[in-house]
């Protein structure tokens, strides 16, 4: 957590490193890292690396938390049998977990409104444009980072156009198993409804 221990400015450099090494072993001009918690500090992001552009996807809280629980809390059992640990020893962690998450969609949230993030280089991508809308979106994508497509990858995107409208996800949460329920996770999470996704009727997939 930056605002507790930043290490921003070593974390950055080993990145710029990194990414300096794969594009010349790609023999490339860019390369394209997914970085997960870089919503708590994007301000300092662009200001090490002002040349960045950034895909911020926003997608239904009432999706994505149960998600994250279920991702983490599931490699945990399988490595230390996590469901079996005492009950208020598993309910602090999901507690913290929970929050841990919510508080990435507010720092992010916050830059977004206060004006601390540089907006004409960070686009936002919501999940279910992904899935019903696939194709357009890969074209304003392309646009936005100055990506001239080959004919292989129209045709890729064409074809995962098609495969994304008639999927239908098999993941069903189960919000009790965690402690929590539709509203609270609403009213948590009311800031990203109210700027990104105008409705509070979504449903959990």
Avoid at 30 to 43: A, D, E, G, Q, W
Avoid at 159 to 177: F, G, M, V
Wanted: hydrophobic share 35%; net charge neutral.
């Amino acid at each position: 957590d930056p605002q507790k221990r930043n290490t921003s400015k070593r974390d950055f450099e080993w990145y710029e490193a990194l990414w300096k090494r794969l594009a010349v072993s790609a023999n490339q001009d860019r390369v394209i890292p997914k970085l997960f918690s870089l919503s708590t500090n994007i301000p300092a992001f662009q200001t090490h690396f002002p040349d960045s552009k950034i895909l911020y996807m926003v997608r239904d809280p009432l999706n994505v938390l149960p998600s994250g629980l279920n991702l983490v809390t599931g490699v945990l059992d399988k490595r230390f049998g996590f469901w079996s640990l005492d009950e208020n020893i598993r309910e602090r962690f999901i507690k913290r977990l929970y929050n841990a998450f919510v508080e990435l969609l507010k720092r992010f949230h916050e830059d977004w409104t206060n004006g601390s993030i540089d907006k004409t280089k960070v686009f936002i991508v919501k999940y279910d444009r992904i899935m019903t809308d696939f194709d357009e979106l890969m074209n304003e994508i392309l646009t936005f980072t100055g990506i001239t497509p080959t004919d292989e990858m129209m045709i890729e995107i064409k074809n995962t156009a098609d495969r994304q409208r008639q999927y239908t996800s098999a993941h069903k949460y189960n919000l009790e198993k965690f402690g929590l329920n539709e509203d609270q996770i609403r009213s948590d999470c009311s800031f990203i409804y109210d700027t990104f996704l105008n409705s509070v009727n979504n449903k959990v997939d």
